[in-house]
């Protein structure tokens, strides 16, 4: 960090710049931590919580606390997305693995494998290929709500989604994974998860608990998690669920990341509404969504009654 970012700043007591925030509060100081992570990860740097406080004039504790109020996730989560957007960007230039690890700031080709193998769902050879090499299965069922399709890689459930046909269900999986390196049909190897969710379904499993291997941003991630603690039967609008993780401001960018969920009922983006109960819009189509409620409302009626 250079002197000019320190020279207003004054000692230090128990931790905590003895200086005022910024002008403008919180939301500025949150803004000025943005682009010092940005210019940090652009540089291929990196920082610590007190470096990134002390240039905002915020204690370490103070401002973690206020950035994931306003932008909600971490300092660390927030440079994680841009730090691993210019890998995938230096591996689509070209770059090779070792140059891309290095040019993103990550410290370690183990550490890079361990990040991007998580958020991007393949390893970064992989990626840096196209895509090419992921090997997907799927199965198809009949279900209450029409044709049902999971697909899966070797390290777990990537996609699922209803249907009219299998043929649209198809379509619809390939331009999920258009550069998979095969997507093939294999309905016993699909069986167990089919059957996983077509019981979630009639009401016997409250919860479908498959091991998943999707992609997803730290904020993505987040709102999927709130989305999973969602009872059965019960439903949250897109600003609870937002208030919850302590963005209120973000019910919009709630709504985004329930869209782009891949696995629907095991992430239950069903149980997230507008505001007052407003089904609003369903990848599957709102009859789809106001079906999955009613299902789930009459399963927990039963369970009363017994």
């Not at 291929?44 to 004039?57: D, Q, S």
């Not at 660390?76 to 140059?99: K, N, P, S």
């Not at 799927?138 to 009219?164: E, H, K, Q």
């Not at 269900?169 to 095969?182: G, H, M, T, V």
Request: positive net charge; aromatic residues 6%; hydrophobic residues 40%.
């Amino acid at each position: 960090m250079d002197m000019a970012s320190l020279k207003d700043i004054r000692p230090v007591r128990n931790g905590a710049p003895s200086r005022k925030p910024p002008a403008g509060g919180a939301l500025n100081a949150v803004e000025r931590a943005c682009r010092f992570i940005e210019a940090k990860v652009a540089e291929g740097e990196r920082f610590t919580l007190a470096e990134l406080g002390a240039h905002c004039g915020l204690s370490p504790w103070h401002l973690q606390r206020q950035f994931r109020r306003v932008m909600g996730v971490s300092p660390h989560d927030y440079a994680d997305q841009h730090r691993l957007a210019r890998f995938r960007d230096e591996l689509q230039q070209g770059e090779g693995v070792a140059a891309a690890t290095y040019g993103a700031g990550y410290g370690s080709s183990s550490r890079v494998y361990e990040r991007a193998d998580g958020l991007i769902g393949m390893t970064p050879a992989t990626y840096a290929k196209g895509g090419k090499g992921a090997e997907i299965a799927y199965g198809t069922a009949a279900s209450p709500l029409g044709r049902l399709l999971a697909a899966a890689t070797a390290r777990g459930i990537c996609f699922v989604g209803f249907g009219d046909s299998d043929a649209m269900l198809e379509r619809a999986l390939k331009a999920n994974f258009p550069a998979a390196d095969s997507i093939r049909r294999d309905d016993r190897e699909l069986g167990v998860a089919l059957d996983r969710l077509l019981a979630h379904l009639a009401g016997k499993e409250p919860h479908v608990d498959l091991p998943l291997d999707i992609r997803a941003t730290a904020f993505q991630r987040r709102v999927w998690q709130e989305l999973q603690r969602i009872p059965l039967g019960e439903t949250r609008s897109y600003g609870e669920i937002a208030r919850s993780m302590g963005n209120p401001g973000a019910s919009r960018a709630v709504g985004r990341a329930c869209a782009t969920n891949p696995v629907p009922l095991i992430v239950p983006c069903h149980r997230a509404q507008g505001q007052n109960g407003a089904l609003t819009g369903y990848r599957w189509g709102i009859k789809r969504k106001a079906a999955l409620l009613e299902r789930e409302s009459e399963t927990i009626s039963r369970k009363k009654i017994l």
